[in-house]
């Protein structure tokens, strides 16, 4: 059974970057049929995709936060990670990470995801 | 980016009800729609693949349809562990973009 599990800061100060990590049990970040990601939730709100990354180090962003995020992949340390920068209020939310998964020629889905964690940005 | 519009934003029903609610992307993604069903403080999860593939472990109570640039979850027989928000998201292409949700509350 895979677990995802964030880790991170819960605060960070409007203008400063935020680093998350999310480590995988129970499988591989190498595996070939999986994508991993990022998605969050401000309070109150719904759910916004942040970005997608391959093993192999290929990335997707939201259009919208593409200047400001990084994702990578640590193979031996089976994690991938996040960083947005010059971060304000807006960036409040909860944050998830996930596992995108293809099965057979082309059928996506998000099956697994982390419990998620709560970062706030305020002085 | 393909905008997904949930409707409606709200619902109550009781329990034993037969509940629709509706997903309309703003251009055709073939079958690459899901349902994710959120309760607060939790994760999401998903119920429902490519459609209309139920996810393993998900009650057949669920189901879903639709083609092209309209979709439908429809709970056949509303349980109280039902009252939730659910979202779609379409995984045709990037940007992936979920819906507003459709929150269920107890009538």
């Known amino acids: 059974q895979l677990q995802l599990q964030e880790s991170g800061p819960g605060l960070v100060k409007p203008s400063e970057t935020l680093s998350l990590s999310c480590t995988v049990s129970g499988g591989s970040v190498s595996s070939t049929s999986s994508y991993w990601g990022w998605i969050r939730q401000p309070p109150g709100k719904g759910l916004e995709w942040i970005g997608t990354?391959?093993?192999?180090?290929?990335?997707y962003y939201a259009p919208s936060l593409k200047s400001r995020v990084t994702m990578s992949v640590d193979t031996s340390k089976n994690q991938f990670s996040l960083k947005v920068t010059s971060v304000t209020a807006a960036d409040t939310a909860v944050y998830y990470c996930m596992r995108r998964h293809r099965v057979g020629s082309g059928i996506y889905y998000i099956d697994y995801w982390g419990q998620g964690t709560l970062v706030t940005v305020s002085s | 980016a393909i905008q997904m519009t949930q409707s409606p934003s709200s619902l109550s029903a009781s329990v034993g009800d037969r509940v629709t609610m509706t997903c309309r992307a703003s251009?055709?993604?073939?079958?690459?729609l899901g349902w994710y069903q959120q309760k607060p403080g939790e994760a999401p999860k998903l119920l429902i693949y490519?459609?209309?593939n139920l996810q393993s472990g998900v009650p057949s109570r669920f189901s879903g349809s639709g083609s092209g640039t309209d979709f439908t979850l429809t709970i056949s027989s509303l349980q109280p562990e039902d009252f939730a928000t659910y979202y779609c998201?379409?995984?045709?292409?990037?940007?992936?973009?979920f819906g507003g949700g459709t929150k269920v509350e107890i009538k």
């Open positions: 990354i391959y093993y192999g180090g290929t990335t």
């Open positions: 998201l379409q995984d045709f292409k990037y940007p992936l973009t």
């Open positions: 251009q055709g993604i073939r079958n690459d």
């Open positions: 490519a459609v209309s």
